[in-house]
């Protein structure tokens, strides 16, 4: 068994190899000025040089774009998963005409790229006047994120017995008391998964924001690491450190969630 694993383990550790050794590279440059850069690109810093991480954290404006994508992250999060779950409940538990061709038309949202609506969402959000408005982000990101929400919601919710909510309304509870008490507790583990996916996109999404925010106000992570990038652009030893530190929350996020992340996956999958 352990020979006819070998290659998957060589496989597995290339892959880590290859995804890991870019920011490796980014991490150890930005202790470095852009003179020993060019110097030396692969080489150790000599001195380290750490001005360049400081700087960045020293920055007021570092923090706000921080705050602001934390904001618009978390507000997402709660509004997919809250509508996504309402729905999904009613797709799942019941049955009314129309209600597979209603969840068909979620599934073929998987498929709709968030390119292609650009412009008219655009013409949307200046009408409401949601430009410059952090809900300008957050109903459309929400919105988008509502199909794969409620496809990985709805077979978790079709997989809970029927009997439990049998039981449930013999003791007098309704629908909503039901879905309330005993559903979304002991749908823990998608509902953990479907809010990691909801602030993993909302924190790596930078056309959105980049298209509504006009004004430095609500800027986010990412079109902060572009606006750095430009501004900064001869100095790529400040570059690298500013990319590393804009990338550490994700990670860390992650990192924390990952368990979470994949046993709700998994948990789905042999539910369906």
């Known amino acids: 068994m352990k020979t006819r694993s070998l290659p998957l383990y060589v496989v597995v550790w290339l892959v880590g190899i290859v995804m890991v050794t870019p920011l490796l590279y980014a991490l150890i440059s930005g202790f470095k000025t852009t003179d020993q850069l060019s110097e030396n690109a692969?080489?150790?810093?000599?001195?380290?040089?750490?001005?360049?991480?400081?700087?960045?954290?020293?920055?007021?404006?570092?923090?706000?774009?921080?705050?602001s994508s934390t904001l618009i992250a978390v507000g997402t999060t709660v509004l997919t998963v809250g509508a996504a779950a309402l729905a999904a409940f009613a797709l799942a538990r019941f049955a009314f005409r129309g209600r597979e061709m209603m969840f068909t038309l979620f599934t073929i949202g998987l498929m709709f790229p968030f390119a292609v609506a650009i412009l008219p969402l655009f013409v949307l959000l200046r009408t409401f006047g949601l430009l410059d408005n952090p809900w300008g982000v957050i109903l459309p990101q929400a919105a988008f994120?509502?199909?794969?929400t409620v496809v990985i919601l709805r077979g978790f919710f079709r997989a809970i017995p029927g009997e439990l909510e049998e039981a449930a309304t013999l003791d007098g509870c309704g629908?909503?008391?039901?879905?309330?008490?005993?559903?979304?507790?002991?749908?823990?583990?998608?509902?953990?998964?479907?809010?990691?996916l909801a602030i993993v996109a909302s924190w790596n999404n930078f056309l959105l924001p980049l298209l509504v925010f006009s004004e430095q106000t609500w800027w986010t992570i990412p079109i902060g690491v572009q606006q750095f990038q430009g501004q900064y652009s001869a100095d790529i030893a400040r570059v690298f450190a500013y990319l590393i530190l804009a990338m550490v929350p994700a990670l860390a996020f992650y990192a924390v969630a990952e368990r979470q992340l994949i046993g709700g996956i998994t948990m789905g999958a042999t539910k369906g």
């Open 42 to 67: 692969f080489g150790l810093p000599s001195p380290w040089v750490t001005s360049n991480y400081t700087d960045v954290l020293a920055s007021s404006s570092f923090w706000k774009m921080l705050g």
């Open 145 to 148: 994120g509502l199909p794969i």
């Open 175 to 196: 629908p909503f008391g039901f879905f309330w008490r005993i559903l979304l507790p002991m749908a823990r583990p998608a509902l953990g998964t479907v809010s990691v």
